[in-house]
């Protein structure tokens, strides 16, 4: 994989080595993947997780809950507080061992096999979304948050299949590409997308999802003890594996039941083990 320098011309640290306040903090996300399919599963039955899995793009974050993917808090905590100086917003660099790895799009399509393609300006999905919207509980003018899904998943039971898969599809993007706090909304524009199928998939999931990972660590609140990351963060944890040797040793084995041909976000075990960079 692509993500380390080897040029001795790289940006500097974004903090001074040992001083980053970011070590005192402790690190968070929204992408609770376990939690959240164990919830369609109680409620929607198996069917709809299984055509997602194997018919849309995002199927990948559905196949990632089921894999029992161990979050680690301290490895990406080292990586963000050791990140150096980049004023792109499209890529994050880091210090390891002295050597600088870049975690760029090109590594997170790799990790997670999305479509990260560039984004259509022109492609604007003009449907009438008003009827589905008020079913669910949400404004017309507005996309949904997670408490309104939640709500509206447990009693959608006597819903068509297409709406309840729909409903499936807004939570997948709002716990798993967006990685969104619980209050917050899929804006309109990306909401709409779920009624029309073709239009859901065509879309460039996966550079969404980067864009909002490397924002929230590029913002990350300095002032309170805690600072939340959005977006898929576990694509992350698993680009240090792939370029880490010595890490993936440790905590990020390859799984002894897949192959190549599985992206490597489903190939990797994790754990919480501890190592000292």
């Known amino acids: 994989m692509a993500s380390a320098s080897g040029s001795k011309d790289y940006p500097q640290r974004l903090y001074p080595e040992g001083k980053s306040p970011l070590l005192k903090k402790s ?29 849309s793009q995002v199927g990948v974050l559905l196949k990632l809950a089921l894999t029992s993917f161990i979050w680690s808090a301290k490895t990406v905590q080292y990586f963000v507080s050791n990140q150096l100086k980049v004023d792109r917003n499209h890529e994050f660099w880091t210090l390891i061992g002295g050597r600088p790895v870049r975690f760029t799009l090109f590594e997170y399509a790799e990790i997670t096999g999305l479509n990260c393609d560039p984004i259509d300006p022109n492609d604007k999905l003009e449907i009438d979304h008003t009827e589905f919207w008020a079913e669910i509980g949400v404004r017309g003018g507005e996309g949904p948050n997670w408490n309104e899904l939640e709500a509206r ?19 997948i993007l709002h716990v798993g590409v967006l990685g969104l706090h619980r209050n917050s909304r899929i804006s309109l524009g990306l909401a709409k997308t779920v009624m029309d199928e073709a239009a859901f998939e065509r879309q ?10 490397i924002y929230s660590i590029k913002i990350a609140n300095l002032g309170g003890a805690r600072y939340t990351l959005h977006g898929c963060v576990q694509a992350m944890l698993v680009w240090g594996y792939e370029c880490i040797p010595i890490l993936a040793e440790r905590a990020g084995k390859i799984r002894p039941d897949v192959d190549d041909s599985v992206v490597p976000l489903l190939r990797r075990t994790s754990s919480q083990c501890r190592y000292a960079f």
Not at 41 to 48: M, Q, S, V
Not at 206 to 212: A, D, L
Request: proline share 2%.
């Open 27 to 55: 690190c968070h996300h929204n992408c609770k993947l376990h939690e959240f399919i164990m919830m369609i599963r109680d409620h929607l039955g198996e069917e709809i997780c299984n055509d997602i899995m194997n018919n």
């Open 153 to 171: 998943m447990k009693t959608c039971q006597a819903w068509t299949y297409q709406k309840k898969k729909m409903l499936v599809l807004l939570f």
């Open 204 to 213: 460039p999931w996966g550079r969404y999802g980067f864009h909002e990972l």
